[in-house]
Antibody, heavy 120, light 109 residues
Framework: QVHLEQSGPEVKKPGASVKLSCKAS????????ISWVRQAPGQGLEWMGW????????NYEQKFQDRVTMTTDTSTNTAYMDLRSLKSDDTAVYYC?????????????WGQGTVVTVSS | IVLTQSPGTVSLSPGETATLSCRAT???????LAWYQQKPGQTPRLLLY???TRATGIPDRFSGSGSGADFTLTISRLEPEDSAVYYC???????????FGPGTKLEIK
């Protein structure tokens, strides 16, 4: 079965960077893209970007364009999201998610989330 | 495209019917409109895709409708376990982009 295992919680100071991981199992990693979605405390879901595990293509939400990098390592079936110049309002749960096989326009499988806290 | 959802919060009793709205700032393909349920402390769960098709394991109490820029999620015969936040989501294919609405919180009294 499809499983996305995310890395553990992070605490960072403003201005720092954080790199999160998402290890996939139960499917052919290179057949699907991984999206990253975040959720600030008490807030809604915010899509950050998309990264193809097939060819490495990316598409980032405009507000993150300048400070996010999403990559995949096909040797370990792991996706990464690097967010730089952290601010306090980057405090959130960060999810990786995989599109559905039948309906690529939806995100059917989700990691458990990584809590990132940005505080001085 | 920006999605708005209404109401922000709705409180209903078991057995009643909830009608949740999702409105887009422009026409979107009904094939690319989905709904998710998120309970406290849990990850989002796909409910409906292509406006009205239920995902695997979703009971028929959940139904969807709409077209153009206006879409609706209807939950009939409400149960206490339906308490959650419901998000609509639309998709653009070129380039791949997912957009979520702000969510509607459904409380069961």
């Amino acid at each position: 079965q499809v499983h996305l295992e995310q890395s553990g919680p992070e605490v960072k100071k403003p201005g720092a960077s954080v790199k999160l991981s998402c290890k996939a199992s139960g499917y052919i990693f290179t057949n699907y893209a991984i999206s990253w979605v975040r959720q600030a405390p008490g807030q809604g879901l915010e899509w950050m970007g998309w990264n193809s595990a097939y060819n490495g293509n990316t598409n980032y939400e405009q507000k993150f364009q300048d400070r996010v990098t999403m990559t995949t390592d096909t040797s370990t079936n792991t996706a990464y999201m690097d967010l730089r110049s952290l601010k306090s309002d980057d405090t959130a749960v960060y999810y990786c998610a995989r599109q559905s096989f039948l309906v690529p326009s939806t995100l059917e499988y989700w990691g458990q989330g990584t809590v990132v806290t940005v505080s001085s | 495209i920006v999605l708005t959802q209404s109401p922000g919060t709705v409180s209903l009793s078991p057995g009643e019917t909830a009608t949740l709205s999702c409105r887009a700032t422009q026409t979107i393909s009904s094939s690319y409109l989905a709904w998710y349920q998120q309970k406290p402390g849990q990850t989002p769960r796909l409910l409906l895709y292509a406006t009205s098709t239920r995902a695997t394991g979703i009971p028929d109490r959940f139904s969807g409708s709409g077209s153009g820029a206006d879409f609706t999620l209807t939950i009939s015969r409400l149960e206490p376990e339906d308490s959650a936040v419901y998000y609509c989501q639309q998709y653009d294919s070129s380039p791949p982009t997912y957009t979520f609405g702000p969510g509607t919180k459904l409380e069961i009294k």
